[in-house]
């Protein structure tokens, strides 16, 4: 969706909220007034909710509050007519929702500026936080790395590809965002710390890392990822310990064809972060 578009669609979904909050308020005063002030209670609350609060937050306080509302209204022994219960019902999702949707497509709106090629550009090239190359830098130069693996007449030629992944980000990123943003920082700066300097280091978002060594031995790979997990552990998240799951692929002449592209490398590390970590949990319940 082009930028004018977006603006427009922003603008148009925001006056239709408006508008529709505001023929509900007039109408309920005129047909329930018994019910007026809880409809404005619950209509608030609702916009505060879909407003200020994240995203996952809000929608489990909406399902947990519609439930805790259906419950009183339709099990209990409230002298009501049906139709104000439903109304009672529905007022608080929906103004959650439909504030929601607005805050998605303002926050849109604003972040489509005059130079949005070119921070697009920087964003995909280089990571704010991280200080790290992002995932198209890191498509690019394995590209060329297997092309050349493949290619050359040395056929011992080898690559590693090790993937570190903070696991549950995602939801701590919806909770505490700066803190998110200052462990990325610091794990990015471990990495630099940590790894030889010869390795390449990136950043592919949603706190997954990738780590590319070039005809590393095994036992130096082996030692570089303990020493980078022995620092990692040092990190401390709100008086708690992030927890990350590890990945490692080595590539040559035997397996370039099937890994010829990041992402079908990126695949088969997720498959062996999910199998040690389900491997983990097993040994934990037998211990």
Known sequence: MSRSHTIKFALLSLF???SVFIVFIYFAGLYVPDIIVPILILLIMGLFVGSFLPGILATWLMIILTTIGITILVLGQMLL???SKVL????FPVAAGLMLLNRNLLGSFSSKNINQKQMESYIYHYDQVTRLQGKYNAEKIYKKIVNFIINDVDQNLLVHATAIHWSHSDQFRQFHPDEYNKTLHEVSQVLKDKRLPEESLY???DGSFLVISYETSNDKLLLRNQLTKDSLNDISLLQTKPQFKWGSLKVNRDNADKF???DEVIKHLERMMETDLVV????EVTD
């Open 203 to 205: 950043y592919l978002g």
């Open 81 to 83: 007519p049906q139709s």
């Open 88 to 91: 009672l019902i529905l007022i």
């Open 260 to 262: 010829s592209t990041l």
């Open 280 to 283: 983990e949990y097993l040994k």
């Open 16 to 18: 239709i909220t408006v």
